[in-house]
């Protein structure tokens, strides 16, 4: 796992094969109100990536209970071998305002305390061993996430990480590519440096490293989307290449 770059699939195995067998799933509302509780299997691939993607759909449940997107055992399967990426509705729902406070809430409620007695940390461990190993995320990136590994909860920091994974549009095997240099050389808004851009966004791994999940770029069609901004990391050093940054527009 450590060599494949950080995705839904590899931070989903890196937790599931730590799961309970037995359980104690809470079914919440839009607002975080535990409606059921049942005992499950969370070690399961249908069971594990349907509690992991819930984290993000519960929050967007409308009134009559319906999903934006229906989770089934296809797309358990094909996310967790490797065979589709994440939904794009789901990817929007990760970039939405408050997403990390709401994974997290959820996560505290259904996820860490059904991992396996004693191996919280080596989960959390294995997630931010993935994340030192993608070079495509970045120093910044990676520097912020051992850092959080110690100060964060549990709950916060497998938040972080389940967001960034979740937008890497990584997750498909076969298409395991440098997604940001291809973006970058397709912008519909041309650049005064591409050459310089393209380095910024491949050393941001194509994710804001302010924010840790949003993407710096888009597509539409076949064309990339610009989504961020160049800034001077120090005001006063304007030429340097290595005193800029790229990220996101909020």
């Known amino acids: 796992?450590?060599?494949?770059?950080?995705?839904?699939?590899?931070?989903?195995?890196?937790?599931?094969?730590?799961?309970?067998?037995k359980s104690i799933i809470k079914k919440m509302d839009c607002k975080g109100k535990t409606e059921t509780t049942s005992t499950e299997d969370a070690s399961g691939v249908f069971v594990f990536y349907s509690?992991?993607?819930?984290?993000?759909?519960?929050?967007d449940r409308t009134d009559g209970?319906?999903?934006?997107?229906?989770?089934?055992?296809?797309?358990?399967?094909n996310?967790?071998?490797?065979?589709?990426?994440?939904?794009?509705?789901?990817i929007t729902l990760a970039q939405t305002?408050?997403?990390?406070?709401?994974?997290?809430?959820?996560?505290?409620?259904?996820l860490i305390p059904n991992i396996t007695n004693g191996r919280k940390d080596i989960v959390m461990d294995t997630v931010l061993t993935a994340i030192e190993n993608d070079?495509?995320?970045?120093?910044?990136?990676?520097?912020?996430?051992?850092?959080?590994?110690?100060?964060?909860?549990?709950?916060?920091?497998?938040?972080?990480?389940?967001l960034l994974a979740v937008c890497s549009r990584k997750n498909k095997i076969?298409?395991?590519?440098?997604?940001?240099?291809?973006?970058?050389?397709?912008?519909k808004t041309p650049t005064a440096q591409p050459e310089m851009e393209l380095r910024l966004l491949t050393e941001a791994g194509g994710i804001c490293p302010d924010c840790g999940h949003k993407s710096l770029v888009g597509t539409k069609t076949e064309q990339g989307v610009k989504l961020y901004e160049t800034v001077r990391v120090y005001p006063n050093i304007k030429e340097a290449f290595d005193n800029k940054i790229a990220l996101c527009l909020d």
């Open 1 to 21: 796992m450590a060599a494949e770059p950080l995705c839904i699939r590899t931070f989903g195995e890196a937790v599931r094969t730590n799961m309970n067998k």
């Open 51 to 59: 509690l992991m993607l819930e984290s993000l759909l519960y929050t």
């Open 65 to 77: 209970g319906r999903d934006v997107v229906n989770v089934d055992s296809k797309m358990a399967t």
């Open 79 to 90: 996310l967790k071998n490797g065979k589709s990426d994440v939904h794009d509705d789901i």
């Open 97 to 110: 305002k408050g997403a990390q406070e709401n994974v997290s809430f959820f996560f505290a409620a259904n």
């Open 135 to 162: 070079s495509s995320l970045g120093k910044v990136t990676q520097g912020k996430f051992k850092k959080w590994r110690k100060d964060k909860t549990p709950a916060d920091f497998l938040a972080e990480a389940f």
């Open 174 to 187: 076969d298409q395991l590519v440098a997604i940001p240099e291809i973006h970058a050389v397709t912008l």
